[in-house]
DNA sequence: CTGTTAGCGCATTCAC
DNA sequence: GTGAATGCGCTAACAG
């Protein structure tokens, strides 16, 4: 801890604690000669003031919470760095915790987070998440920004992609390569990101009259094995010719079934995959994606919670929807939505 | 904020703010019926205390920085994984800091963590840092371990991977497989990481009686198009049949200019790189990877900065190395070292 | 076992 | 323009 304080600035000075504080954060009504005296002697001396006693006083942290289902995640990664740019930018510090996608750990740091230690929190809620309680509770207090993963029948800011759309074009994408049975598997059941990519799956093949069929709908969730065997149930048994993942960490399974049971991919099964891993086309042509501005997605939720936190006008209710890429790579080339 | 406060609470239960302190902190020297009656307001209210004031008082934050080139990184934000997880088990929360390389914002958050924000830095240093003044100024005040990446004539708490060893092995991999012509992508040149890489390479080289060919070499840095240049400038007129790339980010480019140049990977050049990118060798059987243990590396970084924090005997000057895996797969095989 | 008192470092109100 | 006084919420020393 840097021991200097302002009350030893004040003494060296031969001034006040109150001017020396004032002068720091520059106001009016100190004279520019005072101020530059504080400022010099401040610099040359390391001055840094005490966060906790300014927060103590001032009711201001400087600090957000961001709080995801992992860290070690391509999307998230992505969105905390451009939150984490954001918030460099404007001098807020960022807290992060992850959930596990476990509920309980999440209404654990939710509840923690009132009591004064951030001034806003950005979150992708967990999959398991359907009691908005404690979030209701925590944006009584502070702000609180959904990114990604929102709950929904709350009324907050939100920051989605375009869930639905994107899977509709991926589908149609895959009738257009020709395939007649395209396979879902569905994960985030329990979201709104994860139901609108079905239904945009679903609707893609009515609206190209392809029948719809439940089977080649795969419900998958934290079970990695349950999830294993039945993808591999579905690739044995129902041979689709086409296959979307709602979510990258499907897609590993995928190519190691593929390849214990002689599938080809991309020449009997075609593979489109939600997902973040941006080299993945490129180490691998048979791979297509649907890749999220997750930068983007950060910068957003950062910025609008710093004009939350400055009472700029922001209707409190806003959705912000960004757009997804459907990026596939043949033996050379490469399309973007 | 949650409004209660001990106050609040010492009046409801008739006892003074100092007996509900330190009932709370399940001080010895409260009676238990008196602990009882405390905590049971203390829930019922959803008192939480405040971070502010009692960081304040006792001069412990509860808080970790962590700082680290980039987040977006396989590396890293699974060390970070671990550093997270370790950190919610005990109670502390985590702050993260991304430099982007830039040594100068290093020395900003460096210099801004001295006011007393957190208790322990754990870091993983700029690729540009060669002054240690702000660490050695940093460290007399709070304890700082650094993962990874380490300043080389700084004493301190160290946690890296066996660079040199596993460069060697993997130079030596190549040559098994019939490699001649063997090129190094040298990366983090500055640091003792990327030289120990290096090294690791030339002595594997000259070990196994293959002459030592500098031309062979690529400096790389941050000008992704002169590293671009420069590798591909490499391929064309020196033909290696085996690379070694120091770090994951090179791998892209690499794959690009061997399309460009019509050179099969791996039958023409065989690759193997430094990643974290678990995912990759199975997306694309041709790339190897040395990938280092990210998430174990995180979780000692942390226990050992709280070991350091809770005046356990600990070495200050301890450095512990971590092995990496050697990943490699032909149709069906997962080697591991 | 519990209460009283004091002060961590800062920012703000009120004086002059 | 500047200084004196006060208190944010908590914990620790001292007292009993």
Known sequence: MSNITIKELALKLNLSAATVSRALSDSYQISTATKQRVWDLAKKL???PNPSASTLRSHKTKTLAVIVPEIANNFFSQAINGIEEVSRQHGYHVLI???HENSEIEAAFIKSLVSGR???????????????DHFTELNKTIPVVFFDRALDNMEAVKITTNDYESAYNATEHLIECGCKKISFLFALNNLSTGKNRLNGY???????????DETLIINCDKDENQNYS?????????????????????????????????INIPDDLKIVSFSNLKTAPFLNPSLTTITQPAFEIGITAATLILKLLNKKQVDTNEVVVLKSDLIERGSTAVKKN
Chains 1, 2 share one sequence.
């Open 97 to 99: 915790y992850q959930t």
């Open 202 to 212: 679903i609707d893609a093949l009515t609206s190209n009259n392809i029948a719809y």
């Open 118 to 132: 951030v001034d806003g929190v950005l979150i992708s809620v967990s999959s398991e998440t359907n009691n908005k």
């Open 46 to 48: 390391n001055y840094e």
């Open 230 to 262: 039945h993808i591999k149930d579905l690739l044995t048994k129902n041979k689709p010719d086409g296959l979307i993942s709602s979510i990258e960490e499907l897609v590993l399974p995928c190519y190691a079934i593929c390849e214990e049971l002689n």
